[in-house]
């Protein structure tokens, strides 16, 4: 067995920065899978990571910013260079729902987020450090913008940021997973319909 260092990293498979936080990240989300958000530990997620619960405390303060950033991890959604590029505004919508975090997301992790927020808006653990609220949805309007199917410069925030609302308080009301009907209808029945209507002329 391979020596131990203090910091729980053995000395001959010594990982460091981005190595070692996607290797924690990806055992946070199979102890999530496994075990549920109730039962996951730090503890839990040190040993399925080979790692110390103090290399993990460095990084993330407790249990509910861990699961951020793991469920985060697992979603291509908060990637600028991923975000969907069909040709087309309904396909980009239709894709960016289906690959938004709250679309993997088991409704016991919604939950046990929520307990644990104590009071802290709950936007707070999904959007992404450095990243504003809607940025994605905004980079496909003003992609379709650009192809010529929209203009945006009258579209009401509100508007923007329904999409996503709308898919984060099914999870939350329901605590369903969501079926892709639900996400059609999202985009179909709700958004383009604002969004063409509130077009100039």
């Known amino acids: 067995m391979p020596d131990t260092k203090p910091d ?3 000395t001959g498979t010594r990982r460091r920065g981005k190595q ?5 990240l990806q055992a946070a989300w199979d102890e999530l899978s496994a075990a549920g958000y109730a039962n996951l530990t730090i503890e839990g997620v040190a040993d399925r990571a080979r790692t110390s619960k103090t290399v993990i405390y460095r990084r993330w303060p407790n249990r509910a910013e861990l699961v951020r950033a793991a469920v985060l991890f697992r979603s291509p959604y908060f990637e600028g260079e991923k975000i969907p590029d069909t040709g087309e505004l309904r396909g980009d919508c239709l894709s960016l729902l289906r690959q938004h975090p709250f679309k993997e997301v088991k409704p016991d992790i919604v939950r046990g987020l929520l307990a644990d927020l104590d009071g802290l808006p709950l936007a707070r653990f999904i959007n992404h450090q450095g990243k504003e609220r809607g940025f994605a949805i905004k980079t496909i309007l003003k992609r379709a913008e650009q192809r010529g199917e929209i203009q945006t410069a009258e579209l009401h925030p509100r508007i923007i940021a329904l999409p ?3 898919l984060r308080q099914e999870v939350i009301l329901t605590h369903e997973p969501i079926p892709d009907e639900t996400i059609v209808e999202i985009v179909d029945v709700i958004f383009l319909p604002l969004v063409y209507r509130s ?3």
Do not use: M, R, V, W
């Not at 070692?20 to 924690?24: Q, T």
């Open 8 to 10: 729980g990293e053995s």
């Open 20 to 24: 070692l936080e996607e290797a924690i």
């Open 164 to 166: 996503t609302d709308l």
């Open 199 to 201: 077009q100039p002329g």
